[in-house]
């Protein structure tokens, strides 16, 4: 990396390729207010909202995410990066949904499982989710199967998705798509899992559709899984 | 003439060294066929680390001992770490899916957290590395606001004393005030550690 830390770098003197490269590093080092400053520079710049948000900051995040698995970087920040990205999103977000052409990709619904309320890995993929295109409802912490069909029947989402970190409540998952299956729900609902104790091994155990390692590779799945991907 | 007790390796997570050898003590002379070998308390972050640093010690050493005690609960490893146990000839695991259940007993720990499911627990470990583990490790010290984003859904710290020690106690208290939680001590001893290491040491197999 660059010595020259103090240089200060002016981000509107920058051109639309280094402006990008520029907010991809701001997300990376957790700088909100360059990233929100990016993301008005673009936008003033004629940019389309969704392709500040795809090139600049879901890029950015995508980039977080392989260094946080690979242990480059730990989850204080993640967490910074994250709140990097949510400025710039509150940004785009009015224009977003103002926009004619902003075609949603459907509703995805999210939630931690019962018993469990670890939350950061259900926010985070919720986040990248939103970046994607899909209407995200979050249903939060510590959540029964009533809570999940309830959501089903108001908001008919596209995809359900669960989250569990710990080893005690990931089978509570298969209790819901057990129930899903019951009521015939299983058959029309892509059920999407996650969670750093879970593996494939263990949704395709309890009958999941999809397992999504991390928030970047769930976003790109549920796009194929709603056939807007590739 | 009294018959050997089998060489037992006691291979366990940083954070349990002291508890174990303060055991392994009381035992005396059953105490003494006991080795024990730590993993870094750190791998608690990083389950994925576990079992990979468990197989290069096995590989190392594991032939000299007659048996293994992996002093580990599930901890985050997500059942992986019981199907490696099922492979592997002469293991055996703590009981539980962490140390907060062994130590406090399987179902006081069920029952406290149906009693408040936002209860963030501190064992002796915990209180003494509080700051370097919670307030540095998960940067709250650099990044004040995360401390909101980890504790939100709190309500309470629960002590699961190992020992009674009122300077413990008093930093317990500390740290629930730091985190803005309401603060309740329960002492546990070394609970289901203390069990599954007495019966370890003087049984003479590894299915105890
Ligand atoms: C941060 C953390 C906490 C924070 C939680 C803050 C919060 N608001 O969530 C705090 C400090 C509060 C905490 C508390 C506890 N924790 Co904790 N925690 C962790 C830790 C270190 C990291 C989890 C995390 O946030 N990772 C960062 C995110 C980005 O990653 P992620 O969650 O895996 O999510 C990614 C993927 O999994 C995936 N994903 C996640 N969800 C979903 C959902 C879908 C649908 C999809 C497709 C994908 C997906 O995408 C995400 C983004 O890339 C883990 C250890 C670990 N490395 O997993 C322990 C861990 C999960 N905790 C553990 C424990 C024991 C506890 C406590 C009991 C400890 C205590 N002292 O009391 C309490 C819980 C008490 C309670 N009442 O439940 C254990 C669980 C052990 C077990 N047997 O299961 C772990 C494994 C640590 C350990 N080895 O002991 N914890």
Redesign the pocket.
């Known amino acids: 990396m660059s010595d020259d830390q103090d240089e200060e770098i002016i981000l509107k003197d920058l051109d639309d390729d280094e402006l990008v490269e520029q907010m991809q590093d701001d997300l990376y080092d957790g700088m909100t207010a360059e990233v929100s400053e990016g993301t008005q520079i673009l936008l003033d710049r004629g940019w389309d909202a969704n392709a500040v948000l795809t090139d600049a900051l879901v890029e950015g995040m995508r980039i977080v995410?392989i260094d946080?698995?690979d242990g480059i970087l730990f989850?204080p920040e993640?967490?910074q990066c994250a709140n990097a990205m949510k400025g710039g999103m509150s940004l785009l977000r009015p224009i977003l949904a103002e926009s004619e052409n902003s075609s949603s990709l459907g509703t995805y619904v999210?939630g931690?499982v019962k018993?469990?309320?670890?939350?950061?890995?259900?926010?985070?993929?919720g986040m990248?989710l939103e970046g994607a295109g899909f209407e995200v409802i979050d249903l939060g912490?510590n959540n029964p199967v009533e809570n999940y069909l309830e959501a089903i029947d108001k908001h008919k989402p596209a995809i359900?998705?669960?989250?569990?970190?710990?080893?005690?409540?990931?089978p509570y998952m298969g209790v819901v798509i057990e129930e899903f299956d019951k009521r015939g729900i299983l058959k029309e609902l892509p059920v999407?899992?996650?969670?750093?104790?879970?593996n494939q091994e263990f949704a395709d155990a309890i009958n999941a559709h999809?397992?999504?390692?991390?928030?970047?590779?769930?976003a790109e799945?549920?796009k194929v899984i709603v056939g807007k991907n590739r | 003439m009294v018959k050997a007790l089998p060489r037992t390796l006691i291979i366990a997570c940083g954070a349990l060294a002291k508890e174990i050898l303060h055991l392994k003590k009381m035992l005396g002379s059953a105490g003494g066929s006991i080795d024990l070998q730590c993993l870094p308390a750190n791998?608690?972050?990083?389950?994925?680390k576990?079992i990979p640093g468990l197989e290069k010690i096995i590989a190392s050493k594991g032939s000299s001992y007659e048996r293994i005690l992996i002093g580990y609960?599930?901890?985050?490893?997500?059942g992986q770490l019981d199907t490696f146990i099922k492979n592997n000839k002469n293991l055996l695991r703590l009981p539980?899916?962490?140390?907060?259940?062994f130590y406090a007993g399987l179902n006081e720990f069920d029952a406290l957290?149906e009693e408040?499911?936002?209860?963030?627990?501190?064992?002796d470990y915990?209180v003494q590395f509080f700051d370097t583990l919670?307030i540095k490790g998960?940067g709250i010290d650099r990044y004040p606001d995360l401390k909101d984003?980890?504790?939100?859904?709190?309500k309470r710290v629960?002590y699961l004393a190992q020992s009674e020690n009122e300077d413990l106690q008093a930093r317990a208290q500390a740290a629930a005030d730091t985190l803005g939680l309401d603060y309740e001590y329960r002492f546990t001893g070394y609970g289901e550690l203390a069990f599954t290491i007495e019966t370890f040491s003087i049984s003479e197999n590894a299915n105890v």
């Open positions: 995410g946080f698995r989850v993640v967490l999210i931690t018993g469990d309320i670890h939350d950061i890995g259900k926010n985070l993929v990248m912490i359900l998705g669960m989250s569990a970190l710990l080893t005690t409540t990931m999407m899992v996650g969670g750093a104790p879970l999809t397992y999504g390692r991390d928030a970047a590779m769930t799945l549920a | 791998y608690h972050n990083r389950p994925d576990i609960g599930d901890c985050g490893t997500g539980g899916a962490h140390c907060y259940a957290m408040e499911l936002g209860s963030f627990f501190l064992t915990l919670i998960f984003m980890y504790f939100a859904n709190y629960v």
